[in-house]
């Protein structure tokens, strides 16, 4: 199965609030799990990434939380800031570099 | 770095017409691949080039759907004939080894809309 759900399909969170996106996926051989974010006219960018052998993974404010035997992971933004205000998306990443991503989510950070 | 390069932004058909677009990836990038982004949705991978060969086309609807990579750089996918579910934006990155965790660059994406 070769499926990433993620959700909420969209968030409001306070300018200074925690944002939380979770994501579940079925492929075990996913050896990669990228989160990308999208502006309205933009492609996706990669904002941060984990590897399937890494439980947790933080750059500045943001923060990947990866429980592989539950086969779900999530994106922590703290102290979210109306700039973030953005599609989210996460992924898993194929053998081959197919990144199979989730349907999005829509994060609107109010000031 | 220049980043992945795309035209054009915008492209506007009618049912039944051609319509085709084109890619540049970043210097040296090897591998370069063209997803599908319908509206409210996540990018799906249409195909993925290594240098001019095809490693997964899998899910590229092939009566309908071409890609090329002439000499490994740039890249057209063309749609003939459109249908109006084509809708979408047309999303092209890169990276420079398949199978390493090095990232995929996007492109801005073309806006296709068939009506």
């Known amino acids: 199965q070769q499926q990433v759900k993620q959700s909420p399909q969209s968030l409001i969170v306070q300018k200074g609030g925690i944002s939380i996106i979770n994501c579940a996926y079925e492929?075990?051989?996913?050896?990669?799990f990228p989160w990308y974010q999208q502006f309205p006219g933009k492609g996706p960018a990669l904002l941060i990434a984990?590897?399937?052998?890494?439980s947790e993974k933080k750059e500045g404010r943001f923060t990947i939380s990866f429980n592989k035997s539950a086969k779900q992971f999530s994106l922590h933004i703290m102290d979210s800031q109306p700039g973030d205000s953005a599609t989210y998306f996460c992924a898993g990443r194929s053998n081959t570099g197919k990144l199979i991503f989730g349907q999005g989510t829509t994060l609107q950070v109010k000031p | 770095e220049a980043g992945v390069a795309q035209s054009p932004r915008y492209k506007i058909i009618e049912k039944r017409q051609s319509v085709a677009f084109w890619c540049n990836p970043i210097?040296?990038?090897?591998?370069l691949y063209w997803y599908q982004q319908i509206l409210g949705q996540g990018p799906k991978l249409l195909i993925q080039f290594q240098n001019n060969g095809v490693v997964d086309d899998s899910q590229l609807p092939k009566d309908r759907f071409s890609a090329e990579r002439l000499k490994g750089v740039d890249s057209t996918l063309k749609i003939q004939p459109a249908k109006l579910e084509d809708s979408a934006v047309y999303l092209c990155?890169?990276?420079?080894?398949?199978?390493?965790?090095?990232?995929?660059?996007f492109g801005p994406g073309t806006r296709l809309t068939v009506l």
């Open positions: 210097s040296g990038h090897a591998t």
């Open positions: 492929n075990t051989a996913f050896d990669y």
């Open positions: 984990i590897r399937p052998d890494v």
């Open positions: 990155a890169s990276s420079s080894i398949r199978g390493s965790y090095n990232e995929q660059f």
